[in-house]
Nanobody, 125 residues
């Protein structure tokens, strides 16, 4: 099992920035495919960004050009840099991990079996 702990959420005004972090343990971090997802009240969980073990990335259309996913294998940490935030980005943000060997970067939640507890991001207009 992979343990995941998110941090870095908060409240910002529209146009602002936040950086989310996700510390992972319990598995060889460099072999993981990882993703960020979000869930707003009354809405389904949405894939935001994914990164595979070699650093290929994938983004949801709604965040392309504004969000950047990255990871630091030495620190066992996943990041999500969020710029030009909009009120519609308000949600609980979760990181997720897939231990499948050679898994591609994905934003499909069904591909991920390991999830963190989430960190809240609130963007005010």
């Amino acid at each position: 099992q992979v343990q995941l702990v998110e941090s870095g959420g908060g409240s910002v005004q529209a146009g602002g920035s936040l950086r989310l972090s996700c510390a992972a343990s319990g598995y060889t971090f460099s072999r993981l495919s990882l993703g960020w997802f979000r869930e707003a009240p009354g809405k389904e969980r949405e894939g935001v960004a994914g990164i595979d073990s070699v650093g290929n990335t994938r983004y949801a259309d709604s965040v392309k050009g504004r969000f950047t996913i990255s990871k630091d294998n030495a620190k066992n940490t996943l990041y999500l840099e969020m710029n030009s935030l909009k009120p519609e980005d308000t949600a609980m943000y979760y990181c997720a991990a897939d231990v499948t060997a050679y898994a591609c970067a994905s934003v499909r939640s069904k591909n991920f079996a390991n999830w963190g507890q989430g960190t809240q991001v609130t963007v005010s207009s």
